[in-house]
């Protein structure tokens, strides 16, 4: 793995028990209840290829199991893509590997993927995973890096332009299911968000410095909160250590709403802040003004959003390069997830995907 120029140290988890001797017995932890429900206690899920019966069952009844992400819309990134052997690929936001193991499966023989990825704990795990699964560091390298820094990864590479570039924004299933990275108001952590938590700061530090007035444009501008103004009275320059003291003072501010209502809010609030945290606007165009210089001539580029500031932002950055014959096509239509995905995998709904082919 490749790091990006300025390396920060890998933060430790308490949740992560150190491995045990492999002849030491252990005993299967005691749970309240059957089955385990802490991310944390879920091993069988967090051995998939150990448990692969359980592993088919937790899919089958539409959950993602815990430490895992489900590729979302493959078929349809595969045809917008088109990968063919001997290609050149980037995948900007490697996670879990899934697009890139399925394009991989595609460029080989001869051609070879550099995937990026922000997150300095679960990267190297991937990496691993993608090496046992056959992708030896002529087909497949591993790159820490935001993907704003696309460009500078390709020279560092010797590379001038690549024939596909694939980008599926925000987080994966293992960042938000994992308490500890505090992406998430459905359990309990610190309230961090960080992609890289050895970088920037975590969102208890960002809410306790705005003031009540940018807290409110924040939430209008990263996720169209209609609330924004009351919330902003309510949170901002406040001091909340975990994820449950914030969805709590989100509910407590909302009293005259209905819950449903309540809860839309809770969910706007995590992901304003989340993208704040991490830059994530400033980070996506940087990206989308770097592809054309990325891409080799008829290369082609996709991109999975899922909620309108990021669709917004890709539909505008296609059109003005198809406008000003960077791009030959680009798709008219947005691309949505199939009813049977968005069954089998309800996180796949709000998914919407776009392309564009270099000039
Ligand atoms: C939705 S997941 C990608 C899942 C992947 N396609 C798969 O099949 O497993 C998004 C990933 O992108 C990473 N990411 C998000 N923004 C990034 C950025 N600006 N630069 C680099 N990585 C980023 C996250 O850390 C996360 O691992």
Not at 226 to 248: C, E, K, N, S, V
Request: charged content about 25%.
């Amino acid at each position: 793995m490749t790091e990006d120029p300025s390396p920060s140290p890998e933060p430790s988890y308490g949740s992560e028990a150190s491995p045990a001797p492999e002849t030491q017995h252990r005993r299967r932890p005691r749970y309240s209840g059957k089955y385990p429900r802490k991310f944390a206690e879920k091993y069988k899920e967090h051995d998939p290829a150990r448990f692969q019966d359980t592993i088919a069952k937790v899919m089958a009844s539409g959950k993602t199991p815990a430490g895992m992400h489900r590729p979302i819309m493959v078929a349809e990134v595969l045809e917008a893509l088109a990968p063919a052997p001997g290609n050149l690929a980037a995948d900007c936001t490697l996670g879990y590997g899934g697009h890139s193991t399925e394009i991989l499966r595609r460029i080989l023989p001869g051609g070879r993927l550099l995937g990026l990825d922000a997150d300095p704990i679960e990267l190297p795990k991937t990496e691993a995973r993608l090496r046992a699964a056959g992708f030896g560091p002529e087909a497949f390298t591993a790159h820490r890096s935001n993907f704003a820094g696309l460009r500078n990864v390709l020279a560092a590479e010797g590379i001038d332009g690549v024939n596909l570039i694939f980008a599926d924004l925000g987080v994966s299933s293992m960042q938000f299911d994992e308490p500890a990275r505090g992406f998430s108001f459905k359990a309990e952590g610190p309230l961090d968000m960080r992609m890289n938590p050895g970088r920037g700061q975590p969102a208890s530090a960002l809410l306790r410095k705005l003031a009540p007035a940018q807290l409110a444009v924040m939430l209008e501008e990263n996720s169209d909160e209609p609330h924004a103004a009351i919330l902003a009275q309510a949170l901002a320059g406040q001091d909340f250590a975990t994820t449950t003291a914030l969805t709590r003072a989100i509910r407590g501010a909302l009293t005259r709403q209905s819950e449903d209502d309540r809860e839309m809010s809770v969910r706007r609030v995590f992901q304003a802040l989340r993208i704040a945290v991490n830059d994530e606007f400033s980070a996506l165009e940087t990206l989308l003004r770097s592809l054309p210089e990325c891409l080799a001539t008829g290369g082609r580029v996709a991109i999975l959003t899922f909620h309108s500031g990021e669709d917004r932002r890709v539909k505008k950055a296609f059109e003005a390069g198809l406008r000003d014959g960077l791009y030959s096509e680009i798709n008219r239509e947005v691309i949505r997830p199939s009813p049977d995905e968005r069954h089998a995998n309800p996180r796949s709904s709000p998914a919407k995907l776009r392309w564009a082919i270099r000039a």
